[in-house]
Nanobody
Framework: QVQVVESGGGLVQAGGSLRLSCAASRSIFSINLMGWHRQAPGKQREMVATISSAGRINYDDSVKGRFTISRDNAENTVYLQMDSLKSEGTAVYYC?????????WGHGTQVTVSS
């Protein structure tokens, strides 16, 4: 079992940057996949970025070139650097830890981008 806690959300103007952090309760070295997802008001949750235990990275097309996901296995933390934020980036951002058995979700952190 693993618990994940997100932090770093807030209010930012369009064009600005934020860095989200996802702290895990245990080592993430062997966790298959760590990822960031977001859910905007009235919309379904969608994948933003994922990073595998082997370091393979995947981004949604809408954030490619602007967002960067990284993981620090020593700190049991995954980061999401978000640059050039757009108003459509307003959402609750969730961290997910995907294991063979199940996916563990955090409670989310609110990101609001003002235009």
């Amino acid at each position: 079992q693993v618990q994940v806690v997100e932090s770093g959300g807030g209010l930012v103007q369009a064009g600005g940057s934020l860095r989200l952090s996802c702290a895990a309760s245990r080592s993430i070295f062997s966790i298959n996949l760590m990822g960031w997802h977001r859910q905007a008001p009235g919309k379904q949750r969608e994948m933003v970025a994922t990073i595998s235990s082997a370091g393979r990275i995947n981004y949604d097309d809408s954030v490619k070139g602007r967002f960067t996901i990284s993981r620090d296995n020593a700190e049991n933390t995954v980061y999401l650097q978000m640059d050039s934020l757009k108003s459509e980036g307003t959402a609750v951002y969730y961290c997910a830890a995907v294991t063979f058995l199940t996916t563990y979700w955090g409670h989310g952190t609110q990101v609001t981008v003002s235009s």
